[in-house]
């Protein structure tokens, strides 16, 4: 009795082993790899040094994070800049703005430039002048492509080679008035994604009724000719995310749902803007908006925004 019980567990133990062993194969004898591990968002930290906003402009500059203006939680405004070299310890740069609320904050020829109906520039961050009033209005993006500024919104495409006097390229782009989506430079060309127009929709959007929000992407070589080149990609319609060129990459990522009313957390990757791969990950952020982004000493950083509340929590992904 004993021999015959050694037997059985020994041939469960076979068993189990060439179960095991199989699990790997399928039934052409081809090896299956195991599901790769997924990649997590790291918390820098949850609390930065600046008060927990939204709609807070980030850029790079003299080899730090900047961080200005914004909104925090009951919509008031925060005049400052906060710039950082490691994303954990934040410190104060300037502590009442001079330029307006919502004024993109980039660099152009070695200074940084706040940008919106007004234009002001500055080679420290403390000390800023007044270079211009801008000759365009509100709702617009500002880059810079092929070392040039472009201000592009729903009064047309403005072109400036030194920031202060600008020139009108064009006054209809195909895309009427729209606002709030990502205008990205790659590739040598202009990607415009996403966004919102001034019209209903069918049926109504929840949150915005009179607001119609989009999934499209246009291209354009200089601003003035654009192509829509997809008209529905498969991430869904959405305003107030961001774009950022990442691995020789344009991702998106987050953003807001006019039409549920929630908020995204999701990460998206093309190379052509027609062929999009969703990203997954193990560890990620809370779906938020108008947050802050940067590529930034080999890693993606994603900074703040409004995951209702507001917050200040600082994540970043490795390389």
């Known amino acids: 009795m004993k021999t015959s019980k050694k037997y059985i567990v020994t041939a469960l133990i076979v068993l189990a082993v060439v ?22 968002w790291i918390l820098a930290t949850q ?33 400052d ?27 152009f020829k070695d200074k940084l430039w706040a940008i919106r109906t007004e234009i002001w520039s500055s ?4 000390d800023w002048t007044k270079e211009a009033i801008a000759p365009f209005g509100d709702f617009g993006e500002v880059i810079v492509h092929n070392n040039t500024l472009l201000r592009i919104g729903h009064d047309g495409v403005w072109k400036s080679c030194n920031g202060i006097f600008w020139e009108l390229l064009s006054d209809n782009p195909p895309f009427r008035d729209r606002a709030f989506g990502s205008i990205i430079s790659f590739q040598g060309k202009l990607w415009l994604m996403g966004g919102r127009e001034i019209a209903p929709n069918n ?17 354009s070589q200089d601003g ?8 529905h990609a498969p991430w869904e319609p959405r305003i107030w995310f961001k774009t950022i060129i990442h691995k020789d990459k344009i991702w ?32 990620i952020w809370s779906p938020r908006h108008e947050f802050g982004i940067c590529d930034f000493n080999n890693k993606l950083w994603v900074i703040a925004g409004a995951t209702q509340p507001v917050v200040n929590e600082v994540w970043f992904l490795e390389d």
Not at 56 to 72: E, L, P, R, V
Not at 81 to 101: F, I, M, Q, R
Not at 203 to 219: A, G, L, R
């Open 19 to 40: 179960l095991g062993i199989a699990r790997f194969y399928d039934s052409g004898k081809h090896l299956i790899q195991p599901a790769p591990k997924l990649q997590d």
């Open 47 to 79: 609390h930065a040094g600046f008060n927990p906003r939204d709609t807070a402009w980030t850029t790079i500059f003299k080899d730090k994070m900047y961080i200005g203006n914004g909104w925090a939680n009951g919509g008031i405004l925060t005049r």
């Open 81 to 107: 800049l906060w710039s950082s070299a490691d994303g954990v310890k934040w410190e104060l740069v300037l502590n009442d703005t001079p330029y307006e609320p919502y004024a993109k904050l980039l660099v």
């Open 123 to 126: 080679e420290n961050g403390q």
């Open 203 to 219: 049926p109504s959007e929840k949150n915005y009724p009179d607001w119609t929000t989009y999934n499209d992407v246009w291209v």
């Open 224 to 231: 003035v000719a654009w192509e829509r080149i997809i008209e």
């Open 252 to 283: 998106l990522l987050g953003g807001f749902s006019n039409k549920k009313c929630t908020n995204y957390n999701d990460v998206w990757e093309t190379e052509d803007g027609i062929h999009w791969q969703q990203i997954n990950f193990g560890t």
